[in-house]
């Protein structure tokens, strides 16, 4: 005689419905497992450099460093792409969403700047570069060129905020073209 089969479990208990939370950028947050799976493999597919992308994505300076790298690599969408995705993960880098309102600035878009900084100024309500940001904005929506050479912008750069010294490395590039121009006109004009 057979055992009888055992009745099958309770359905799980139906959560109430709670507000869906969003990310800086609108977008759900946090992602259900499935979802949040196929992001982290897009970024560690999409950005080589990033074997663990969650904890990579939370180091403000690292990720600074690789769209350096990348606009260096004259590959402006992949960095502003890579800081977003770290700005998402994290939204109290604040270099980040400097990065991100310079970015703006760069690429004339007064309407990509003005959401920013309104987001910005949501997440750090008391920064000290609140009015600079709005001073910016102003000129940018007058003036993109005037925009561009505003002191603020020269300060939230990749390089700055990575104290990097770009004068310094154009004057070291610059010393490589001349020795290498050097180097190659004798041969040249012995070829002739």
Known sequence: ??????????????????????????TPWPLPPELLRVRLKYITVRFLQMPEPRALLR???????????MEDDNLPRSANELV?????????????WLYLLSQ??????????????????????DDELLHDIAHVGGVLARDVSQARMMPALQSWNAAALLARDSRTQRTFHDALLREISAQVSPQVSGVA
């Open 104 to 125: 703006a600035v760069i690429d004339g878009d007064a309407r990509e700047f003005g959401e920013l900084a309104r987001l910005f100024s949501q997440q750090f309500a």
């Open 1 to 26: 005689m057979s055992p009888t089969p055992l009745p099958p479990p309770p359905p799980p208990p139906v959560r109430a419905n709670v507000a869906a939370k969003l990310s800086v950028f609108g």
């Open 59 to 69: 180091n403000g300076q690292d990720i600074l460093r690789w769209a350096q790298q």
């Open 84 to 96: 977003r995705l770290a700005v998402e993960e994290d939204p109290n880098q604040r270099v980040l």
